[in-house]
């Protein structure tokens, strides 16, 4: 599913080159449910973004369902971004002066499906993360746990392959987190591979895989049977701290 | 393809910002309110002076006598000479290429007292003796009867064609004219045409509806001219430029009347030629600075436009963000900041161009009202064309998309990441 060999990505501004990602090498099979951690610094939201073609990298190979993504025409990348992935946001990145319906129907929109179509699919999705009564109800009047259901129903309404979540639980409190966590669950166990970057153990450990990531290179990858182990570490690692 | 997204998007984005999208348009509807009022004042100045001469042969000029203003052969300086019947003759043998020649002599004025009297009514009015060919070059319609004719000139018959006003003074409402008599300056002519001049302009002063004209020779005879002319109407043959035909005339009848050559005062003349074209150069100049400054209000208008984009998008860099990173590409970027852009100012353009036509209607509705005689206004139906108005809203659409362009290419050469990132 998605495949980066060796890759490569630094930020210059002015005469400054901060190199962020120093070569990374990372195998994610379809139907995974991974979580990239990592402290602040670290490039876990730079390689969300490569991973999520919002953002390109210098050097090295990506490849997205068997293709090679790299120096893609912004048409082109944003045409697969449309297809395959889905985008859950920190701060749900609604559009204000949209309804959670319409919110939702976007991508959609963007695919040319029409109205009313897009309109009644995007019922059925906020159908499916229990919102249905708050259709009509713009961003501003929602709580954070809901606006993050309205975008997961977002991210999930193009029936995309992956879905990219960057600190979803980041803006909202542990309930509602854990609300947040089961309907990604739910979302993994329908088949589709979904990627979260946090700084949260305990959300990460509700992931099958773990990697870690430290200065630009993945430290550790840890897989399902030794989150125990890890949430250990993890632990004495803040205490020391 | 009505887009129901789209239209909704522009509205709320406009309506957010009420009082700045207002101010913009603004911009736009005032440059195109001000092109439409210009323009359609301009061609109200161009219509009610060119609609007084636009009839006259363009091809005419027009000569008459003033005193000398050098001494020559013997002759002293300022002194009066008249045209004479002799030159009729030696200018049709002379110059070739005159299509029409009419003499004209001016009968006694009606600032003299009443010149007209028929019954117990008077009344002072322009007297004209002229050939038939006169009508050529002036042209006057019949609105009753005939117009003077040749037969009329070779038997000196004693009747007028007279103007409107001349109806209104001296025959009762309901009175036909037409066979009737006149007693001009003591003698008695019978009336055989009611006449309007079709230009507004009247040779030797005074309103054109108070004209007399009777023909020429029987002028002539009746009030002891003698073989006098005042004055002569001529129009070139056609191609041939009026202005040679004028020269070559004046130059002429100086010899014969013994003037000096270089004296440029004894023969006047009047060109409408030249004439035409001064006008038509002063309307042109009129209408190219319309435009030059309606553009560039325009223009700043535009300008304005431009720069309230770019303020949306600066403001909207998340939004578009978001759209980008769930699959807008950016050609529906592009699209939809042009299509606000196009929408504002073709929406401030078109209320502008509405209300300046509205105005100018207004303005022609008042004038025709005032204008009961309509002889002295030198400023009528103000209007702006139907290529005018087409030309000023394909100047909009362009100048919104190009409003909406640099704006949507700033919108599109940011990534989406960075877009997001943007709080």
């Known amino acids: ?241 | 393809m009505f887009d129901l997204d789209l239209w909704k998007e522009i509205l709320s984005a406009l309506k957010k910002n009420r009082m700045r999208s207002f101010m913009t348009a603004f911009g736009v509807f005032w440059g195109i309110f001000m092109l439409i009022i210009m323009s359609g004042a301009g061609k109200a100045l161009e219509n009610g002076v060119m609609d007084g001469i636009r009839a006259f042969a363009s091809n005419s000029a027009f000569f008459w006598t003033e005193r000398t203003s050098k001494p020559y052969k013997g002759f002293q300086r300022g002194r009066q000479w008249n045209y004479t019947n002799t030159d009729i003759e030696y200018i049709k043998a002379n110059v070739k290429d005159i299509e029409y020649l009419s003499p004209r002599l001016f009968g006694p004025r009606g600032y003299e007292g009443d010149n007209t009297i028929r019954g117990k009514k008077t009344g002072s009015f322009n007297i004209y003796g002229d050939y038939p060919e006169f009508f050529k070059i002036d042209p006057w319609t019949p609105l009753k009867g005939r117009l003077i004719n040749q037969i009329d000139i070779i038997q000196s018959r004693k009747v007028v064609n007279i103007g409107e006003r001349v109806v209104e003074v001296m025959f009762d409402k309901d009175e036909d004219p037409i066979g009737q008599y006149l007693k001009i300056n003591g003698v008695y002519f019978q009336v055989v045409g009611v006449i309007k001049g079709e230009t507004r302009v009247n040779i030797g002063g005074g309103r054109k509806n108070e004209t007399i004209i009777m023909p020429f020779t029987t002028m002539q005879k009746t009030y002891n001219f003698g073989d006098d002319v005042h004055f002569f109407s001529v129009t070139s043959a056609p191609g041939v430029p009026v202005s040679r035909v004028e020269a070559r005339l004046k130059e002429l009848l100086k010899s014969k009347h013994k003037i000096a050559p270089d004296d440029m005062q004894a023969v006047g003349s009047f060109n409408i030629e030249v004439e035409w074209k001064k006008y038509m150069g002063l309307f042109t100049g009129i209408q190219i600075l319309t435009w030059i400054v309606g553009i560039g209000t325009l223009m700043a208008g535009v300008i304005g436009v431009s720069n309230i984009m770019l303020v949306i998008i600066k403001e909207r860099t998340q939004e578009i963000g978001i759209q980008r990173a769930i699959g807008a590409t950016p050609g529906k970027v592009i699209m939809h900041i042009v299509a606000e852009s196009v929408f504002l100012t073709v929406m401030a353009g078109y209320i502008g161009l509405a209300l300046g036509v509205g105005l100018l209607e207004l303005l022609n509705m008042a004038l025709e009202a005032a204008s009961s005689d309509a002889d002295s206004i030198f400023f009528r139906s103000p209007e702006v064309s139907f290529q005018m108005a087409v030309g000023a809203l394909s100047v909009l659409v362009i100048s919104g998309i190009l409003a909406g362009l640099i704006p949507a290419k700033r919108a599109v050469s940011i990534k989406p990441i960075d877009a997001l990132r943007d709080e």
Not at chain 1, 10 to 20: I, R, W
Not at chain 1, 82 to 89: H, P, S
Not at chain 1, 128 to 145: C, I, T
Request: no cysteine.
């Open chain 1, 1 to 241: 599913m998605i495949s980066l060999k060796n890759v490569h990505k630094s930020y210059v501004t002015g005469s400054n080159s901060l190199h962020v990602l120093k070569g990374i090498d990372l195998e994610i099979q379809k139907g995974e449910f991974v979580s990239i951690m990592g402290s602040s610094g670290s490039g876990k939201s730079t390689l969300l973004n490569i991973l999520g073609i919002l953002d390109n990298y210098d050097d090295g190979a990506y490849y997205l369902n068997g293709s090679l993504v790299k120096d893609m025409s912004e048409k082109k990348a944003a045409q697969l971004r449309n297809e395959l992935v889905g985008f859950v946001f920190q701060s749900f990145n609604l559009i204000s002066f949209k309804n959670a319906m319409e919110n939702v129907a976007l991508p959609l929109y963007y695919q040319g499906v029409n109205r009313k179509k897009r309109n009644k699919i995007a019922l059925e999705y906020l159908d499916k993360v229990g919102l249905l009564d708050w259709a009509e109800h713009l961003p501003n009047e929602m709580s954070g746990g809901q606006k993050q259901r309205v975008a997961i129903a977002r991210s999930l309404i193009s029936q995309p392959k992956i879905i990219f979540a960057d600190e979803p639980t980041g803006a909202l409190d542990t309930t509602t987190s854990y609300e947040v966590m089961e309907i990604l669950k739910e979302i993994n166990a329908g088949g589709i591979t979904v990627i979260l970057v946090t700084h949260e153990h305990d959300i990460a450990a509700m992931t099958q895989k773990i990697v870690r990531l430290k200065d630009g290179r993945i430290d550790q990858i840890i897989k399902n049977g030794d989150l125990k182990h890890f949430q250990h570490q993890y632990a004495k690692e803040l205490e020391t701290a």
